[in-house]
T-cell receptor, first 115, second 110 residues
Framework: GAVVSQHPSWVICKSGTSVKIECRSL??????MFWYRQFPKQSLMLMAT?????????EQGVEKDKFLINHASLTLSTLTVTSAHPEDSSFYIC???????????FGDGTRLSIL | GENVEQHPSTLSVQEGDSAVIKCTYS??????FPWYKQELGKRPQLIID?????GEKKDQRIAVTLNKTAKHFSLHITETQPEDSAVYFC?????????FGAGTRLTVKP
């Protein structure tokens, strides 16, 4: 199989707090990990593409300083939402691939609620 | 960059009927087309995929067809069951990044 673990699954915190979300590939080495944001009843919006050992590539309109991505190893990528505000509340999902031409395997997602 | 359009946005069928979801893509270099099923509050799960060197692929009740010339691909579900109810996403990639369609909410009525 190809299992991707995402943690935490649910976060509720106060405005101004920074939140870190972890994405791990448990049984394979992921050359690339992706971070998506999903609004209710909408599609997956790619935020950034993360390759191990290099800087993430952010999609247009995504603030790099707001959404910090670190891909320290072939099995771990983290997304930190800095100084979160209510408008950052959303469902964030990561995915990982062994190779670029193979399917993405998704984590369970993190539901972030900023009060 | 790649742009993927998906239709319909909602689809309701009677149990046992077939369901068809269609997608078009813009980048002729795209060579891999997966379909994902997402149940409410859960992760998208790969249900079937097709590569650009194949025109059709089938897995039990699910099939996908690809027309490279027209740049469109379709998901076919036969003998639908209530547990097929979910949101389905098509996607296309040229090995650089994957773009998803807007999704189709499929409801199968018992």
């Amino acid at each position: 199989g190809a299992v991707v673990s995402q943690h935490p699954s649910w976060v509720i915190c106060k405005s101004g707090t920074s939140v870190k979300i972890e994405c791990r590939s448990l049984d394979f080495q992921a050359t690339t990990m992706f971070w998506y944001r999903q609004f209710p009843k909408q599609s997956l919006m790619l935020m950034a593409t993360s390759n191990e050992g290099s800087k993430a590539t952010y999609e247009q309109g995504v603030e790099k300083d707001k959404f910090l991505i670190n891909h320290a190893s072939l099995t771990l990528s983290t997304l930190t939402v800095t100084s979160a505000h209510p408008e950052d509340s959303s469902f964030y999902i990561c995915s990982a691939v062994r190779r670029a031409d193979q399917p993405q395997h998704f984590g369970d997602g993190t539901r972030l609620s900023i009060l | 960059g790649e742009n993927v359009e998906q239709h319909p946005s909602t689809l309701s069928v009677q149990e046992g009927d077939s369901a068809v979801i269609k997608c078009t893509y813009s980048d002729s270099a795209s060579n891999y087309f997966p379909w994902y099923k997402q149940e409410l509050g859960k992760r998208p799960q790969l249900i079937i995929d097709i590569r650009s060197n194949v025109g059709e692929k089938k897995d039990q009740r699910i099939a996908v067809t690809l027309n490279k010339t027209a740049k469109h691909f379709s998901l076919h579900i036969t003998e639908t069951q209530p547990e097929d109810s979910a949101v389905y996403f098509c996607a296309a990639t040229n090995n650089n990044d994957m773009r998803f369609g807007a999704g189709t909410r499929l409801t199968v009525k018992p």
